[in-house]
């Protein structure tokens, strides 16, 4: 060769290179014929399901870059930490991509050989020499930085490629972080599956980004096991799902449940609501127990013999022994519905003794006989009456003496008045569930038939459920692990999360090991010093987040006359749509309505939470109770006194005010004609 090309032209070739290999992978699995592999239809029907998987998730997305970053390492690293790949040069990408010979060309960022990307230091290299990233412009792979992981006499230095995706302004959907996650993450994204993790963090330290790239990694390394048992992440709400549901899929990963928690109770129709005492009450664990005795309370014990007529003989099994039979199994650690289907054939065992011991061998088809018996199936109708969850939740709500009797000892009297219908409704049907209501259902649900559980679940806002929602969640994961992502100063439902330890009881999951994540890659530096003020009020215990952000933001305050204020939130909104990026107003429910008015008057069009943001439409006015979650390039924020008074305390109204203050990436602008909280009122 004569002269060495320059880097950046061969990086370019190998990405060219590697994207034509992409092509040819997704052209193989195109062309594959399945009718002679297929022994029937539906085979065949879940081999081009895979194969339809396969050519979807091979597809080279425009505008996600292959690969992000490069390992030289000093050495060959085995085969089996390097997908198979030989050699001591490793790209890193979203997706393994290989050439003609099975030779990989990138690969993928959860395979062991990737972890030093993310992990390695110059105090602990990991046998890397050099780590470089990339940088793209538009698809364009257009600058390279490299770190030398062995001059460790020189600094460690910030990344600038680093920093400028983290200040990059945000516009659309959230992306994945995989070419930026920080070793304090990548402990949590590889923590092993065994094992249930809980992460405090503050606003921005990448909660949700964290819990998502846990899941596509989980499922990378324990792909077999998750296929069957199953992955769900949990969110607050559906604009907040739409807004994340794309991170999952740009990482290769389409087979991932979400749902709210509502979702997952969903057995009876939500249409009521309850007071936020009755919700309390009805979310606390106490109510657990209720249900448990309720569920239990329809078994009576045998006051008659059961006869079972075979033939010509008559076989006795006295009510003292059937007695002990119900007293056996309910002394077991069975579900309910369970233990009621095992009854027949305890019965038809008693038979069956008394047969043996007159000189009959009966084999196992006389025992489910007489398990069928009409005489067995009406004792155990008697004994043991089936269970149906509303129908049995609906009684404890209507039933005053019924409520009385299970809550005996566990719920008061007031606290009894609290939860019970003031009218009490005609049927499971017309009822007017509230959500706590459904979850009360799906707890006797559990009592009676085990839920299934799956292999991972992601929950996230977690500091929002109550007692009785985390064990609906936990009951879900009963055998598997959960990884639990929340910050205590969010929480904003009457009965939040107090601690950390308690949530994961409830979970079912006290073992698990707390983490917490401080550093904050949302909020400009200004903006969280602002927001953070509110801690002493709202969450004492917790650390303000610091801001890996290196521009302080564009932060103000303004407070106009009252009649003024829907006009100069308006002109802050046009103020914001003049930058780059997208705006989210946010405001109190009960504002939004007059400033939708108000933004259309003014000819500005606007979106409503969880609808795409794009570079046409950039603006979307936010109720404050949908804001937990999302972010937004420019905030500006509406009276943030009536952001406070629209929730049932001041505690809860800072939090919601913390929530809201704590959106933005570029800049914040707070529009007021009311007093501000007066830890914000004075200037710091
Ligand atoms: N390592 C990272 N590199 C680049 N961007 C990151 C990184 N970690 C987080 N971010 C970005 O920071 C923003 C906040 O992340 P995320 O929404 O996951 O935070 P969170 O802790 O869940 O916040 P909240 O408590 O407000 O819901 C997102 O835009 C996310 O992409």
Same mark, same amino acid.
């Given at each position: 060769?004569?002269?060495?090309?320059?880097?950046?032209?061969? /990086?370019?070739?190998?990405? %060219?290179?590697?994207?034509?290999?992409?092509?040819?992978?997704? *052209?193989?699995?195109? %062309?594959?014929?399945?009718?002679?592999?297929?022994?029937?239809?539906?085979?065949?029907?879940?081999?081009?399901?895979?194969? #339809?998987?396969?050519? %979807?998730?091979?597809?080279?997305?425009?505008?996600?870059?292959?690969?992000?970053?490069?390992?030289?390492?000093?050495?060959?690293?085995?085969?089996?930490?390097?997908?198979?790949?030989?050699?001591?040069?490793?790209?890193?990408?979203?997706?393994?991509?290989?050439?003609?010979?099975?030779?990989?060309?990138?690969?993928?960022?959860?395979?062991?050989?990737?972890?030093?990307?993310?992990?390695?230091?110059?105090?602990?290299?990991?046998? !890397?020499?050099? =780590?470089? &990233?990339?940088?793209?412009?538009?698809?364009?792979?257009?600058?390279?930085e490299d770190e030398d992981l062995t001059d460790t006499a020189g600094q460690e230095r910030a990344s600038a490629l680093l920093q400028a995706e983290i200040e990059r302004p945000r516009v659309g959907p959230m992306r994945d972080i995989v070419a930026t996650i920080q070793p304090e993450q990548d402990e949590i994204v590889r923590a092993g599956i065994g094992a249930s993790l809980c992460v405090q963090g503050a606003p921005g330290t990448g909660k949700t980004a964290v819990g998502l790239h846990r899941v596509a990694y989980l499922l990378y390394a324990h792909r077999e096991r998750l296929a069957r048992t199953g992955t769900l992440v949990i969110g607050p709400n559906r604009s907040f799902l739409r807004y994340i549901e794309q991170v999952l899929p740009a990482l290769g990963e389409l087979n991932v449940a979400q749902a709210t928690v509502d979702d997952l109770v969903a057995h009876v129709e939500v249409r009521g609501t309850d007071t936020p005492e009755a919700a309390r009450l009805k979310g606390d664990a106490r109510m657990a127990e209720v249900l448990r005795r309720a569920v239990r309370s329809g078994v009576t014990m045998p006051t008659e013999p059961v006869v079972v007529v075979r033939g010509s003989r008559r076989w006795r099994v006295p009510a003292y022994e059937l007695e002990e039979i119900v007293r056996e199994l309910l002394a077991r650690d069975m579900r309910y519905g369970a233990a009621r289907d095992a009854l027949p054939q305890r019965i038809a065992h008693a038979v069956l003794v008394r047969m043996e011991q007159a000189g009959e061998a009966p084999d196992d088809r006389v025992q489910d006989a007489v398990a069928r018996n009409a005489a067995v199936k009406a004792a155990v109708k008697a004994v043991w009456p089936a269970v149906d969850p509303a129908k049995l939740v609906l009684r404890l709500l209507s039933d005053a003496e019924f409520l009385a009797e299970h809550a005996d000892g566990l719920l008061d009297e007031d606290e009894q008045r609290t939860i019970l219908w003031a009218k009490p409704p005609r049927s499971v049907k017309s009822a007017k569930w509230s959500a706590a209501d459904a979850v009360l259902v799906d707890e006797a649900a559990d009592l009676v038939t085990r839920t299934p559980s799956l292999g991972h679940v992601v929950l996230d806002e977690a500091q929002d459920l109550s007692p009785m929602q985390y064990r609906a969640v936990g009951r879900r994961c009963a055998t598997g692990s959960a990884t639990v992502l929340g910050d205590l100063a969010q929480?904003?439902?009457?009965?939040?999360?107090?601690?950390? /330890?308690?949530?994961?009881?409830?979970?079912?999951?006290?073992?698990?090991?707390?983490?917490?994540?401080?550093?904050?890659?949302?909020?400009?530096?200004? !903006?969280?010093?602002?927001?953070?003020?509110?801690?002493?009020?709202?969450?004492? #215990?917790?650390?303000?987040?610091?801001? !890996?952000?290196?521009?302080?933001?564009?932060?103000?305050?303004?407070?106009?006359?009252?009649?003024?204020?829907?006009?100069?939130?308006?002109?802050?909104?046009?103020?914001?749509?003049?930058?780059?990026?997208? $705006?989210?107003?946010?405001?109190?429910?009960? =504002?939004?309505?007059?400033?939708?008015? *108000?933004?259309?008057?003014?000819?500005?069009?606007?979106?409503?939470?969880?609808? /795409?943001?794009?570079?046409?439409?950039?603006? $979307?006015?936010?109720?404050?109770?949908?804001?937990?979650?999302?972010?937004?390039?420019?905030?500006?924020?509406?009276?943030? %006194?009536?952001?406070?008074?629209?929730?049932?305390?001041? &505690?809860?109204?800072?939090?919601?005010?913390?929530?809201?203050?704590?959106?933005? !990436?570029?800049?914040?602008?707070?529009?007021?004609?009311?007093?501000?909280? #007066?830890?914000?009122?004075?200037?710091?």
């Open positions: 060769m004569s002269a060495t090309p320059d880097p950046l032209q061969r /990086e370019r070739a190998h990405l %060219a290179a590697s994207r034509a290999a992409l092509r040819a992978m997704r *052209a193989d699995a195109e %062309a594959l014929d399945i009718k002679d592999v297929a022994a029937n239809w539906v085979n065949a029907q879940v081999l081009q399901r895979q194969i #339809e998987e396969r050519i %979807a998730a091979l597809a080279d997305m425009a505008g996600t870059p292959l690969f992000f970053g490069r390992l030289d390492y000093a050495y060959a690293p085995g085969a089996d930490l390097a997908e198979g790949a030989g050699g001591e040069r490793f790209y890193i990408g979203r997706r393994h991509v290989h050439d003609a010979d099975g030779d990989p060309m990138v690969i993928d960022w959860r395979a062991p050989v990737s972890q030093p990307f993310y992990r390695a230091s110059k105090k602990e290299p990991l046998g !890397v020499l050099t =780590r470089r &990233r990339f940088g793209y412009t538009g698809g364009e792979l257009t600058a390279y929480g904003t439902t009457p009965w939040a999360t107090g601690s950390w /330890e308690e949530a994961l009881r409830h979970l079912g999951k006290p073992e698990a090991a707390v983490e917490e994540l401080t550093q904050g890659f949302r909020v400009p530096r200004e !903006v969280i010093a602002y927001a953070s003020r509110l801690l002493p009020d709202i969450a004492p #215990e917790l650390t303000p987040a610091s801001s !890996v952000r290196e521009s302080p933001g564009d932060f103000t305050v303004r407070q106009v006359a009252g009649d003024e204020l829907d006009g100069a939130v308006v002109e802050a909104c046009r103020r914001a749509l003049g930058r780059e990026g997208s $705006t989210g107003l946010i405001a109190a429910d009960d =504002r939004v309505p007059v400033l939708a008015e *108000a933004l259309t008057a003014a000819g500005l069009a606007y979106l409503a939470p969880g609808e /795409e943001t794009s570079a046409e439409a950039r603006l $979307t006015l936010v109720p404050a109770s949908l804001a937990k979650g999302l972010e937004y390039d420019y905030v500006v924020l509406d009276e943030p %006194a009536a952001v406070v008074a629209a929730e049932p305390d001041v &505690r809860t109204g800072l939090r919601r005010l913390y929530v809201a203050l704590t959106r933005a !990436v570029s800049g914040l602008a707070v529009v007021h004609a009311r007093a501000l909280p #007066e830890r914000l009122a004075t200037t710091a």
